[in-house]
């Protein structure tokens, strides 16, 4: 078992303020197709077409180190190919409507020099589009350019092949390359792994290249959920989590959960855990399924099936 699984583990093991329902699991587990199965970016406003491989993997490199905490009120957005997007959709149009009007995001050393004023105007930010964590998002757009030129010569692939097709080698050389990555914590005097946004780049890299070539993987089913704050908010909806009576309050309520607590730490282990039994449940009879289709499978049926529910837990975090 991989460190994030174990940890993720540990935490369900001692959790105060989260319950796993597996009653729930078991009912959510009969109607589990993997033929409902889709990568998350099959329904993200994206047309990889006209891009080459190391474009493509220089999107997915600059979209996981600045794609997170989006909520707000309102919510940052982006308008981009006649639709209104928000969330992670926003920060894809915002990055893939740059490259269409000839910025240089998918090249390194443009994104290793990029400034204040020049990221603010492909975000579009004004005093009504705001988004959290703008200086950090800067910081870590800078470092995706810097450390792919230092020490890469200039190509994400070179980073990708230095790991041999093996995902936790991989996480280990990004997780160490770029404070981007940085997601661990302790809970109980124990370190606890998330790494949400690094898996979440080996993960689209694996299912955007169909995993060939670049996107080969041997050890693929080393890949974990990818704590957030949707997954959380699709399960307890679907009763397969329960929270203490101060926890809910405090979500119901909009009150800022904070990064590094156990609350926090214990929903985002709870839903790894959670994906990790759905999947263990299932996986005899889908036989292709992997961990990552069932986490995928999940953030889309809050797409589908919860749009409308705002109803999650906040935290201002560069984590996710």
Request: neutral net charge; contains cysteine.
């Amino acid at each position: 078992m991989n460190k994030v699984l174990s940890s993720a583990e540990f935490v369900v093991e001692n959790a105060k303020h989260v319950k796993i329902n597996k009653n729930k699991i078991k009912e959510f587990c009969k109607n589990f197709h993997h033929g409902n199965v889709n990568h998350w970016l099959s329904e993200a406003p994206l047309d990889f077409s006209k891009l080459n491989e190391e474009e493509i993997l220089n999107f997915l490199l600059v979209y996981s180190a600045i794609g997170f905490c989006y909520w707000g009120d309102p919510p940052w957005s982006i308008n981009y190919s006649g639709k209104k997007h928000t969330g992670s959709f926003a920060m894809i149009s915002a990055i893939m409507k740059a490259h269409e009007e000839g910025i240089n995001i998918l090249d390194p050393k443009y994104r290793s020099q990029i400034n204040k004023k020049e990221f603010s105007k492909i975000l579009e930010i004004t005093e009504n589009n705001k988004i959290h964590l703008f200086d950090e998002r800067l910081k870590f757009l800078n470092e995706s350019g810097k450390i792919i030129v230092n020490k890469y010569g200039g190509d994400v692939s070179n980073l990708i092949k230095s790991a041999e097709n093996d995902i936790i080698k991989l996480l280990e050389i990004i997780t160490k390359d770029f404070s981007a990555y940085s997601d661990s914590y302790k809970y109980n005097g124990k370190e606890v792994y998330f790494y949400k946004k690094a898996q979440l780049f080996i993960s689209d890299i694996f299912q955007t290249f169909k995993g060939e070539g670049i996107g080969h993987f041997h050890n693929v089913r080393e890949l974990t959920a990818l704590a957030d704050y949707r997954i959380p908010q699709v399960l307890r909806n679907l009763s397969i989590i329960e929270y203490s009576k101060e926890l809910a309050e405090k979500i119901d309520k909009e009150i800022l959960i904070q990064k590094g607590s156990q609350e926090e730490i214990e929903l985002r282990a709870s839903m790894i855990w959670v994906v990790q039994l759905i999947y263990e449940s299932v996986k005899d009879r889908e036989q292709q399924l992997l961990p990552i289709g069932v986490n995928d499978h999940l953030w889309l049926i809050r797409r589908q099936k919860f749009s409308d529910d705002e109803i999650h837990h906040k935290t201002i975090t560069t984590a996710y």
